[in-house]
């Protein structure tokens, strides 16, 4: 009996077993695929969409690819990126100088502050009752301290000797209105002080400006031409100092602040070079004026003299030279003299610019520069401003030596 049983038992789990692998055989083979069907051409193409594999087509009219909105707005499914945008570049914003007539009010007061302890010295020595040789004496070495220069001195002094025994009593106004008279006298009052820049037969008016580097040649260069802008004429600026790596830069900033072209060449380049092409573009362009800053290297005496006579000879091909202004610097004194002769041997100056004036109160250079050189002081500095360049007028500065 119980092998009957047994027998049954393992009948069934053998028949189990076999059911299980027929039915895992079935499970692991593929379905055939559905057998073709032809396409039907009057349907429209179909779009596939997630999860509608078991629905009818929609019925959707085809979309260009410009209607498409794709993500990121692109024409396709790659992201396009805009090209990085350059450097802005900034046209800068252009200035209005300050009037010649509206600026010399608030230089004269500038300079007063500076220079009058010349004339308050002057003034005191003259008051004293008694006019000895000593006083004398006094009063001249104030005038040589002052930068006067020795023979203006002597001369002053000489004339203000005969005045005061012609005048006996000196009352402070009249000492004041002698010694005002005789530093007219000695500044000078009959002379042409105008910067040349208006010829009468052509345009452009040209103007070569000179001086030792370090003398504010470059920005009294810049300077000038906002004088000339703000009288309403038209400037080109020609950077012919090619040697200073940054003067070409510096020139060029002040022209850009007041609507001015610049000419400009190579560093180290030829300056006559560039002194030409300044003029020829002045000429086409039709301006009123043309401004040449130069080189100013003293320390090769024959080279700067070359270079400068080849800048005037090369610029004098196109037309005559107006002007040639030889910048000084005021506190230099003396020493600016020996600047002044070097300059003077190259090229035939006709006009002074004084800059720093408001920097000593050594203004009797004012004097000497003219009497060394034989020609006048046209302009004089006052400052660091933009606009603190203006014509120099005698009874102004005179008016500032004596004070009120």
Do not use: C, Y
Request: no cysteine; charged share 25%.
């Amino acid at each position: 009996m119980e092998t009957v049983i047994l027998a049954v038992v393992i009948a069934v789990v053998v028949l189990a077993v076999l059911g299980g692998l027929v039915v895992g055989s079935r499970r692991q083979k593929s379905l055939p695929p559905p057998p073709p069907t032809a396409p039907d051409i009057t349907a429209p193409p179909t779009e596939p969409h997630v999860g509608d594999e078991a629905e009818t087509p929609r019925d959707e009219p085809r979309r260009t690819i410009e209607e498409v909105d794709l993500p990121g707005g692109g024409a396709t499914g790659t992201t396009v990126e805009e090209p990085p945008a350059g450097p802005s570049v900034e046209v800068p914003e252009l200035e209005i100088p300050e009037p010649t007539e509206g600026r010399l009010i608030r230089l004269r007061a500038r300079l007063s502050r500076s220079q009058n302890a010349l004339g308050k010295g002057l003034l005191t020595l003259l008051s004293r009752e008694h006019l000895d040789e000593d006083t004398w004496e006094e009063i001249e070495d104030t005038l040589l301290t002052a930068d006067v220069g020795v023979q203006p001195t002597q001369e002053l002094v000489e004339r203000l000797r005969e005045r005061v025994k012609v005048l006996g009593t000196r009352t402070p106004e009249e000492l004041r209105a002698l010694l005002r008279d005789e530093l007219l006298k000695l500044v000078g009052t009959d002379v042409d002080r105008t910067v040349k820049t208006e010829p009468a037969d052509r345009k452009p008016g040209i103007v070569m400006v000179v001086g030792v580097n370090g003398t504010g040649k470059t920005t009294t260069t810049g300077k000038l031409a906002r004088v000339l802008v703000a009288d309403g004429r038209t400037v080109v600026l020609g950077a012919a100092d090619t040697f200073r790596a940054a003067a070409a830069d510096q020139l060029q900033t002040w022209g850009e602040r007041v609507g001015a072209h610049t000419v400009r060449g190579p560093e180290a380049g030829d300056p006559a070079s560039v002194a030409f092409d300044a003029v020829k573009e002045g000429k086409e362009m039709g301006v009123d004026v043309v401004l040449i800053d130069t080189a100013g290297r003293l320390h090769t005496k024959t080279g700067l003299m070359d270079e400068l006579g080849k800048v005037k000879r090369v610029v004098e091909k196109h037309a005559p030279l107006d002007e040639i202004l030889l910048v000084l610097d005021a506190t230099t004194g003396q020493n600016g003299l020996v600047q002044a002769r070097v300059f003077a041997e190259v090229v035939d100056i006709t006009g002074i610019v004084l800059t720093k004036l408001d920097g000593t109160a050594k203004g009797g250079i004012v004097v000497a520069v003219q009497r060394e050189l034989g020609v006048p002081v046209k302009l004089v500095g006052l400052g660091e401003g933009a606009d603190d360049l203006a014509p120099f007028e005698p009874e102004a500065f005179v008016d500032a030596l004596i004070g009120d």
